[in-house]
């Protein structure tokens, strides 16, 4: 059996949101040769997919599995709702002694304080008293005050103190905010427990936002095929396919938990430099080989624009692409294949490995391609497994999944 995935536009595309429904798979390699492994649960407050081929069955849903606990063990770790987390224990310590926890807790934060860096400051952990500055505003329906502003801008300015099996908040106020990068962090650490399994190829996705991938569906070509939308509000009839192997994507809206403050919209995405949330309409797709990178480039893209972001994501040898809506919708892409040729007007250069292409008359595309929320009927009852319905023979049956 081979695996094939394509998508649906959703209603709210530039909120980040994907919608996947089962693509025509090609013939597998021969009966018997190849088992395939797809199950979805929840976790991380949303549908988790894994995907995995190999020739022990017994053995690869064993590594499912394992792969569905480290995500929800990081996801116990990484919590910001539990008041037991590793995660609440730092915050509730802000500008007190270091908090001991564990290892995977400082590889992420230590991961994090060095992609802050890396992306020019447009992304950051320690961005949650901007957070909660915000979406106070938005319950008041009233603007920050620039006293306000100020204070919580300089609360999110400082670095975590990342030590061997500690974490400090040397700032009182500050407050670690991981939902921006946990998704692929998790992705990341699932899919190293396939590869390990002795797997031949997986597919990790967490709610149709953050996804990594290695080896090939089974389908004809390489990878796993991934049909992306042409625009930020395009229909299913303008779709674009590209190949996922060996390479992570993560896709961030600005206005994918969006509010209104004396009558305008702003998106849940801060700018940590400025402490302003953004209030243009506006997605971003980031590939990387790490999936935790990914997340942390998809953000920055958002914040940064099309030439100061692109320019950080040729740095860290990604590929990203930019959609935004304005007068005239415009799609920016560092990588031509992301960005579909129309007569749309619009402008793409293509960068990736430091090698610049120009790719004209470029229009967007909302990637789409990258979820596979689960419906009722691949819950098998329980909210937890896919049934064998949701198979179908080719791949699974999906519904729509929101992401911000």
């Known amino acids: 059996m081979a695996l094939a995935f394509s998508t649906e536009t959703p209603a709210q595309c530039s909120g980040g949101a994907a919608h996947a429904v089962p693509a025509h798979a090609e013939p597998g390699q021969g009966s018997g040769e190849v088992a395939d492994v797809v199950e979805i649960h929840f976790a991380m407050a949303t549908p988790v997919l ?13 590594a499912v599995h394992q792969a569905f606990a480290e995500i929800r063990r990081l996801e116990e770790t990484c919590s910001n709702f539990d008041p037991a987390s590793d995660v609440s224990r730092v915050n509730l310590s802000t500008g007190g002694a270091p908090v001991k926890v564990p290892p995977t807790l400082t590889e992420l934060v230590d991961a994090a304080v060095w992609l802050r860096v890396a992306t020019d400051g447009a992304f950051t952990v320690t961005v949650g008293p901007l957070v909660d500055l915000w979406a106070a505003a938005g319950r008041r329906n009233a603007w920050p005050s620039a006293p306000d502003l100020a204070a919580a801008r300089r609360r999110s300015a400082t670095d975590p103190i990342v030590g061997p099996d500690t974490i400090a908040l040397t700032v009182p106020g500050m407050r670690i905010e991981l939902g921006g990068i946990a998704k692929g962090f998790a992705a990341d650490r699932a899919l190293a427990i396939l590869r390990g399994s ?5 597919l990790v996705n967490l709610g149709g936002s953050s996804m990594a991938a290695f080896g090939d569906a089974g389908t004809r070509g390489s990878g796993w095929p991934i049909e992306v939308p042409a625009s930020i509000d395009t229909t299913p009839s303008r779709l674009r396919a590209i190949a996922l192997q060996d390479q992570a994507l993560s896709v961030s809206g600005s206005f994918g938990h969006a509010v209104v403050i004396d009558g305008h919209r702003v ?11 953004l209030e243009h309409d506006a997605v971003a797709v ?3 080989s790490s999936a935790t990178t990914a997340e942390a480039l998809s953000k920055a893209v958002l914040i940064l624009g099309a030439d100061h972001g692109f320019a950080v994501v040729r740095r860290l040898d990604g590929e990203a692409l930019l959609l935004e809506r304005g007068d005239s919708r415009r799609c920016s892409s560092s990588t031509a294949h992301l960005c579909p040729l129309s007569g749309a007007r619009a402008r793409a250069s293509h960068v990736r490995r430091g090698r610049a ?3 004209r008359d470029a229009s967007g595309s909302c990637v789409t391609g990258t979820g596979l929320g689960s419906s009722p009927d691949c819950r098998a009852g329980t909210g937890l497994q896919s049934s064998p319905d949701c198979r179908a023979g080719t791949g699974l049956h ?7």
Request: no cysteine; hydrophobic share 35%.
């Open 50 to 62: 894994i995907a995995a081929r190999g020739s022990d069955p017994t053995g690869l849903r064993s």
């Open 198 to 202: 002795g797997a031949s190829a997986a």
């Open 267 to 277: 998106g849940h995405v801060i700018d940590p430099r400025s402490g302003r949330a």
């Open 286 to 288: 980031a590939l990387h």
């Open 357 to 359: 292409q120009a790719a």
């Open 398 to 404: 999906s519904s729509p999944d929101r992401r911000g």
